[in-house]
Structure formats: structure tokens, C-alpha cells
């Protein structure tokens, strides 16, 4: 019977154990992870296909058409047959193959360049959401020395009152402290797990996603070393969605003027061979050419113009766009550079609370002090952990703006 109860808690534990695993992941193994699993990179890489597709479905060529007619021409009793056999290709005379092939390499260049950019941003996401889960990491430590404490200082306290030296508010002022902090605990708890879960779901899939992530890079606050006017030209000049719309503004013009060459018809050659049961016999040569009496194409020629005229505008917002956003992430990085230099010169250690624990067990320290000193700790500590956090995010922004210009020193 014991020899059954072991293995039943054998199979329900094991399991559970296995699926809850956790490891250790670097910033530069997150990276990889999700170059090899994610699936938001699969959706990005399918768009990018689709408008390949697209591209190659633009430049293909008409397939020619074989047709066979066979007459029966009967004059009395006299058995006549003519058996044709026909080669139909249309023919573009003003070299509308060669403009679409131009434009459709065009577009999939375009294509290939947006999905890139795509997965930058991807990447942005990725190392984002690993540093909130760094510094959530960090901030439910700081909860939990603070609770430790909080909880030292309560026992402390209750033997205190078992002594009559300690009144029960005093007491019950420690039991609120501790219960706040242990709320605000679980609440860091939580959104480290939701934090988890959504970083989980862009470096792993299917039964994966239940493996626990433990940050095992420590973030850092260095300087970057290049000036804001440098980036900006670098990222007009390198920027791969950039670039991609160029492409498109390239792919546009040329497909305006396959539009205007479509205004005069195509010519549709046919060649073919003509049997006769009388034995004659010979080549069939004939051609067609519709009438652009009533459609000249005009449609598609105002809407091409409309489409190239309206990507060259949008081309000149992007890079004004581009120079904005390179803008506004370099300041954001030195806005957070100066707060976290300033944070350094007040920053309070895990040696001062246990210093004021130490001072209040002795007398030195009020209850009034220890709780001011416990929240100026956690609040400290926070502040100094989400401004680490900010600062690289913002790195990582300002990396994709720039176009990749940011050193990999700088965990970008």
C-alpha cells in the first residue's frame, strides 16, 4: 500500500515538476530564442510573402493558348475535312514585360526590407519585455527584504507587548505595514508572471510556453558615444522600412508607365498549321488587335499616378518622420541618463534598512523612523531599478530608430 501511495505522488508531482521548468536566459539568448521559435516572426516573414506573391503575380507573362479546329464539309457524298491546328500569343509591342519585371524586383526588394524592419521592432519588443521582467525581478526582492523586516521588527514588537513595554497599536501598526507590503508583493508577483508569460510567447510555442524565465544578464546605465546628428543621417541613409519605400516609390513609377504603354492595344499573334483531306496543307499565319475605341485604360493610368504621386509624398513624411523619431528617442535616452546619475548620489542600500532595523531593535530608532526608513528603501530601490529598465528600452528604441547605430556594448 505505501509502495502504490509513492508512486501515485511520484506521477502527479513529476510531471507538474517538469512542466514548471525554469532557466536561466541571457539578453543575447532571448534573441536567439526568438529568432528560432517565435511565431510573430513567422506572421511578419508571411506578409513578406504575400507581397512577393503579389510582385511575381504582376510580372508573369500571358501563357500562349493551342487551340485544334476540325471541319467537316460534306458536298453530296464527297467526305471533306479541314483540321486546323493554333498557336495564339499576345504580343506587348512597347516593352510593358520589361517595366513589370523592373517593378515587380522592386516590390519584393521592398518586401524583403519592411520585413526586416518588422523584425527589429520585433526584437525591440523582446528585449523590452526582458528588462520589465529584470526589474520586476529586482523590485519583488526589494518587497521581500522589506517584508523581512517588517516581519522582524513585528516579532520584535509582540514580545515587547507580551512584556508590557509595547502597547497592541504599536503592534497592529506593524500588522498593517506588513500586510500592505505583502499586498504590494503579490501585486509585483503577478505582473512579473504576466511579464513572463508574454515574453514566453515570443521565444517559445506549444508546451514550452509553461517554462519560467530567469533573467540571467544584469542590465547596466552607460553613456552612448555617438551624437544625435550622426544617428539622424545614418538612420535616413540605413533605415530598412526607409529604404523599402523608396523601393515602392521606384515600383510605382514604372507601373504608371506600363500603364500609359497599356493605352494602345496589345497585338495577339496567331500561328498554326492547316490540314486538308483533299492533301493540301500549309502554315497559318493571322494576328488581332482590339480597338481602343472604347476603353483606353484611362482608370488604371489616373489610379497608378494617384498611387506614385501619393508614395512620393508619404516618402518625404517618412524621412522628416524618421528624423523626429531618431530625435525624440536621443533625448529620452539622456533625459533617463541624467535622472539615474542624479538617483546615484541618494541612493539608499540594503545595509542602511538592515542598519535601521538594527537601530530600532535597539531603542535608538522610533517606529515611526524604521517604517519611514522601510518605505524610503522600497521607494528608492524601485525608482533606481525602473530607471535602469526605462534607460535600456530606450536604447533599444533609439537602436531601431537609428537603424542599428547604437554599440552592442550597450546590450542593444
Same mark, same amino acid.
Given at each position: 500500500?505505501?509502495?502504490?501511495?509513492?508512486?501515485?505522488?511520484?506521477?502527479?508531482?513529476?510531471?507538474?515538476?517538469?512542466?514548471?521548468?525554469?532557466?536561466?536566459?541571457?539578453?543575447?539568448?532571448?534573441?536567439?530564442?526568438?529568432?528560432?521559435?517565435?511565431?510573430?516572426?513567422?506572421?511578419?516573414?508571411?506578409?513578406?510573402?504575400?507581397?512577393?506573391?503579389?510582385?511575381?503575380?504582376?510580372?508573369?507573362?500571358?501563357?500562349?493558348?493551342? +487551340?485544334?479546329?476540325?471541319?467537316?464539309?460534306?458536298?453530296?457524298?464527297?467526305?471533306?475535312?479541314?483540321?486546323?491546328?493554333?498557336?495564339?500569343?499576345?504580343?506587348?509591342?512597347?516593352?510593358?514585360?520589361?517595366?513589370?519585371?523592373?517593378?515587380?524586383?522592386?516590390?519584393?526588394?521592398?518586401?524583403?526590407?519592411?520585413?526586416?524592419?518588422?523584425?527589429?521592432?520585433?526584437?525591440?519588443?523582446?528585449?523590452?519585455?526582458?528588462?520589465?521582467?529584470?526589474?520586476?525581478?529586482?523590485?519583488?526582492?526589494?518587497?521581500?527584504?522589506?517584508?523581512?523586516?517588517?516581519?522582524?521588527?513585528?516579532?520584535?514588537?509582540?514580545?515587547?507587548?507580551?512584556?508590557?513595554?509595547?502597547?497592541?497599536?504599536?503592534?497592529?501598526?506593524?500588522?498593517?505595514?506588513?500586510?500592505?507590503?505583502?499586498?504590494?508583493?503579490?501585486?509585483?508577483?503577478?505582473?512579473?508572471?504576466?511579464?513572463?508569460?508574454?515574453?514566453?510567447?515570443?521565444?517559445?510555442?506549444?508546451?514550452?510556453?509553461?517554462?519560467?524565465?530567469?533573467?540571467?544578464?544584469?542590465?547596466?546605465?552607460?553613456?552612448?558615444?555617438?551624437?544625435?546628428?550622426?544617428?539622424?543621417?545614418?538612420?535616413?541613409?540605413?533605415?530598412?522600412?526607409?529604404?523599402?519605400?523608396?523601393?515602392?516609390?521606384?515600383?510605382?513609377?514604372?507601373?504608371?508607365?506600363?500603364?500609359?504603354?497599356?493605352?494602345?492595344?496589345?497585338?495577339?499573334?496567331?500561328?498554326?498549321?492547316?490540314?486538308?483531306?483533299?492533301?493540301?496543307?500549309?502554315?497559318?499565319?493571322?494576328?488581332?488587335?482590339?480597338?481602343?475605341?472604347?476603353?483606353?485604360?484611362?482608370?488604371?493610368?489616373?489610379?497608378?499616378?494617384?498611387?506614385?504621386?501619393?508614395?512620393?509624398?508619404?516618402?518625404?513624411?517618412?524621412?522628416?518622420?524618421?528624423?523626429?523619431?531618431?530625435?525624440?528617442?536621443?533625448?529620452?535616452?539622456?533625459?533617463?541618463?541624467?535622472?539615474?546619475?542624479?538617483?546615484?548620489?541618494?541612493?539608499?542600500?540594503?545595509?542602511?534598512?538592515?542598519?535601521?532595523?538594527?537601530?530600532?531593535?535597539?531603542?535608538?530608532?522610533?517606529?515611526?523612523?524604521?517604517?519611514?526608513?522601510?518605505?524610503?528603501?522600497?521607494?528608492?530601490?524601485?525608482?533606481?531599478?525602473?530607471?535602469?529598465?526605462?534607460?535600456?528600452?530606450?536604447?533599444?528604441?533609439?537602436?531601431?530608430?537609428?537603424?542599428?547605430?547604437? +554599440?552592442?556594448?550597450?546590450?542593444?
Amino acid at each position: 500500500m505505501t509502495r502504490y501511495i509513492r508512486w501515485t505522488v511520484l506521477l502527479v508531482v513529476f510531471p507538474a515538476a517538469v512542466h514548471a521548468q525554469s532557466i536561466p536566459v541571457s539578453l543575447d539568448e532571448a534573441v536567439n530564442l526568438f529568432k528560432q521559435n517565435s511565431l510573430q516572426q513567422e506572421l511578419a516573414r508571411y506578409d513578406q510573402l504575400r507581397k512577393q506573391g503579389e510582385a511575381i503575380r504582376y510580372k508573369a507573362y500571358p501563357n500562349p493558348q493551342i +487551340s485544334v479546329n476540325r471541319e467537316q464539309l460534306n458536298a453530296g457524298t464527297i467526305d471533306y475535312q479541314e483540321t486546323t491546328y493554333m498557336i495564339s500569343q499576345p504580343v506587348e509591342l512597347l516593352g510593358q514585360p520589361f517595366l513589370r519585371s523592373r517593378s515587380a524586383s522592386k516590390s519584393q526588394k521592398a518586401a524583403e526590407l519592411q520585413f526586416e524592419y518588422d523584425r527589429r521592432q520585433l526584437i525591440r519588443q523582446v528585449k523590452s519585455l526582458y528588462a520589465d521582467y529584470w526589474q520586476l525581478s529586482h523590485k519583488l526582492e526589494t518587497y521581500e527584504q522589506a517584508l523581512e523586516v517588517i516581519r522582524t521588527a513585528r516579532s520584535a514588537a509582540k514580545a515587547r507587548q507580551a512584556e508590557g513595554t509595547f502597547s497592541s497599536l504599536q503592534v497592529q501598526r506593524f500588522n498593517v505595514e506588513y500586510s500592505r507590503y505583502r499586498k504590494q508583493r503579490d501585486q509585483v508577483q503577478l505582473n512579473l508572471k504576466q511579464t513572463g508569460d508574454r515574453l514566453a510567447t515570443y521565444l517559445f510555442s506549444g508546451q514550452e510556453l509553461d517554462t519560467e524565465i530567469q533573467p540571467s544578464d544584469s542590465l547596466t546605465v552607460e553613456p552612448i558615444n555617438v551624437q544625435k546628428q550622426p544617428l539622424v543621417q545614418y538612420a535616413l541613409a540605413n533605415r530598412p522600412d526607409l529604404a523599402a519605400l523608396k523601393h515602392m516609390v521606384d515600383a510605382s513609377e514604372l507601373q504608371y508607365k506600363v500603364d500609359k504603354q497599356d493605352r494602345l492595344p496589345d497585338l495577339n499573334v496567331n500561328v498554326g498549321y492547316k490540314n486538308q483531306s483533299d492533301g493540301a496543307e500549309g502554315f497559318v499565319i493571322g494576328g488581332s488587335i482590339k480597338l481602343p475605341i472604347f476603353n483606353q485604360n484611362r482608370g488604371n493610368v489616373t489610379l497608378t499616378k494617384a498611387q506614385t504621386r501619393s508614395r512620393q509624398t508619404e516618402l518625404i513624411l517618412k524621412q522628416q518622420g524618421v528624423r523626429n523619431q531618431v530625435s525624440t528617442a536621443y533625448d529620452r535616452v539622456e533625459l533617463l541618463f541624467k535622472q539615474w546619475k542624479s538617483m546615484q548620489k541618494e541612493a539608499m542600500e540594503q545595509s542602511m534598512l538592515e542598519a535601521a532595523r538594527a537601530a530600532y531593535q535597539q531603542g535608538r530608532y522610533s517606529l515611526v523612523e524604521l517604517l519611514d526608513a522601510t518605505r524610503a528603501y522600497i521607494d528608492g530601490q524601485t525608482m533606481i531599478y525602473e530607471t535602469i529598465a526605462d534607460y535600456n528600452q530606450a536604447l533599444f528604441e533609439l537602436n531601431v530608430q537609428s537603424a542599428g547605430r547604437i +554599440s552592442n556594448t550597450q546590450n542593444n
